[in-house]
């Protein structure tokens, strides 16, 4: 079978990697090959294990023209010595993960410091002026040190286990801006921190492991936070995040800041800007594949996605949603009042943009029937999850819709106008459905559990 355009490797080739110690679980691939994928740019991205021997590697990378290359664990600091020059967030840190190309060899940078600053902005969260809360002073905590120096926090307060790391990494910082901002304190000791508002992040490895507990377990103590962020995104939900949630307070994961440190790196190497909507979209696709892929039903009124649907989310512990009922909730009136008001068009588009705004993991979608009649719909289920169609006869279709009178497209005087309107429908829509669908379930003369079955097949 001949590779897609996209997949094509050529003389051209532009080649970006990542070393480190391991990289065989990275998620870096994912997130870069896809920006050169949607942007047409000749870029593949590798990972290359190197265990020893940075220098060399770093040299080595540069002559073989590699463009550009990231760095993890447990090169940041020894990649350092290779380097012909630093930015300014690489320095402060004393860390780089991301080398740029340039003239006699490469430049550190730091993006973490600047992705997670990304990720804050756009859930509106400032750390200017504010008192910043930081557990665990290993090195995930030094570029939120970093952050909250460069953004202007009046107070940030670092609690370790070990009072000696929190003691060294607060004196690194405070000698890095000449003033005393940064308090190290023991967790045992966390009462002392000032009761004010304060912005929380979490970053030590508690919640990597089932079973894991808390640095410090004190309802209390986190009334303080008024918006919570833990650096570690697998699993989503750590107990750091479930005692903010239990609380009603929001928060968030780190794999936004995962995204926006390889957006940045991204940008760096190739001079583009990255929309937000491609960052989305490449979100999309790490939540996918670290939390679960959604099952998306497409088909005719009557089809069945919206039962089968929720028994095979049911069964997988997946969650369940009705797209038509969720645009009903959105509008906050009915489908048929929205046809009436707005016409079918009207319908259509808000269609399109609940779906371009669709960030959902380890879901069972049931659309409407007619979403599939877009191209750029169409395109946009394909990206959000495996798209089956439910498929069925027009007789079939016929006996389950009959007696339904909620259905605006199918408004009739009588069964053979009614019969007409879904056999014209059915043939008018076949080939957008076969366009969207991924895969083709027939339903006729089934059982919703027998259909449900073969849908879980599909996902297994």
């Given at each position: 079978m001949p590779e897609s355009d996209h997949m094509a490797i050529s003389g051209t080739t532009g080649?970006?990697?990542?070393?480190?110690?391991?990289?065989?679980?990275?998620?870096?691939?994912?997130?870069h090959n896809t920006l050169s994928e949607e942007l047409d740019r000749d870029l593949k991205y590798l990972p290359f294990p190197v265990e020893e021997d940075v220098p060399s590697a770093v040299r080595g990378a540069y002559l073989l023209g590699i463009q550009g290359m990231n760095v993890t664990i447990p090169h940041k600091k020894a990649v350092i010595e290779a380097l012909v020059s630093l930015d300014t967030a690489a320095e402060m840190i004393g860390a780089v993960n991301t080398l740029v190309?340039?003239?006699?060899?490469?430049?550190?940078?730091?993006?973490?410091?600047?992705?997670l600053g990304r990720a804050l902005r756009q859930k509106g969260v400032s750390l200017a002026g504010r008192q910043v809360v930081i557990l665990g002073a290993g090195g995930a905590s030094r570029a939120v040190c970093a952050l909250a120096l460069s953004e202007?926090?009046?107070?940030?307060?670092?609690?370790?286990?070990?009072?000696?790391?929190?003691?060294?990494?607060?004196?690194?910082?405070?000698?890095?801006?000449?003033?005393?901002r940064m308090m190290p304190l023991s967790a045992a000791d966390y009462a002392f921190v000032p009761k004010r508002p304060s912005v929380f992040f979490q970053c030590t490895s508690l919640g990597l492991h089932e079973g894991d507990g808390l640095l410090i377990d004190d309802d209390r103590f986190y009334c303080m936070a008024e918006f919570g962020y833990d650096l570690v995104y697998n699993p989503a939900e750590t107990p750091f995040l479930k005692k903010l949630k239990g609380l009603g307070i929001p928060c968030e994961n780190g794999l936004s800041m995962l995204l926006q440190q390889g957006i940045i790196a991204y940008e760096l190497w190739t001079g583009t800007v990255i929309s937000d909507e491609l960052g989305m979209l490449v979100k999309n696709k790490l939540e996918r594949r670290l939390y679960g892929d959604n099952l998306i039903l497409v088909g005719y009124m009557g089809s069945g996605k919206s039962t089968t649907g929720r028994m095979v989310a049911g069964r997988k512990g997946m969650s369940f949603l009705d797209m038509d009922a969720a645009i009903e909730e959105e509008a906050g009136i009915t489908i048929r009042e929205i046809f009436e008001r707005e016409g079918e068009q009207g319908f259509r588009d808000r269609e399109t943009a609940f779906l371009k705004k669709l960030s959902v993991v380890n879901t069972v979608i049931a659309t409407g029937g007619g979403v599939v009649l877009r191209k750029e719909n169409r395109e946009l289920l394909r990206k959000?999850?495996?798209?089956?169609?439910?498929?069925a006869t027009e007789?079939?279709?016929?006996?389950?819709?009959?007696?339904?009178?909620n259905r605006p497209l199918l408004d009739a005087s009588g069964e053979r106008e009614l019969k007409e309107k879904i056999r014209r429908m059915l043939?008018?829509?076949?080939?957008?459905y076969l366009a969207a669908a991924d895969h083709v379930v027939v339903t006729d003369?089934?059982?919703?559990?027998?259909i449900a079955d073969e849908l879980q097949d599909i996902l297994a």
């Open positions: 080649v970006l990697g990542l070393m480190g110690n391991p990289v065989r679980h990275t998620l870096s691939p994912l997130i190309r340039v003239d006699g060899g490469f430049k550190g940078y730091n993006t973490d410091m600047p992705g202007g926090a009046e107070k940030v307060y670092i609690l370790n286990r070990s009072l000696e790391k929190a003691v060294e990494l607060a004196e690194h910082f405070n000698r890095c801006c000449g003033e005393i959000c999850g495996r798209v089956v169609l439910l498929s007789e079939t279709t016929f006996q389950r819709v009959k007696n339904d009178k043939e008018n829509r076949e080939a957008a003369g089934r059982s919703a559990d027998s």
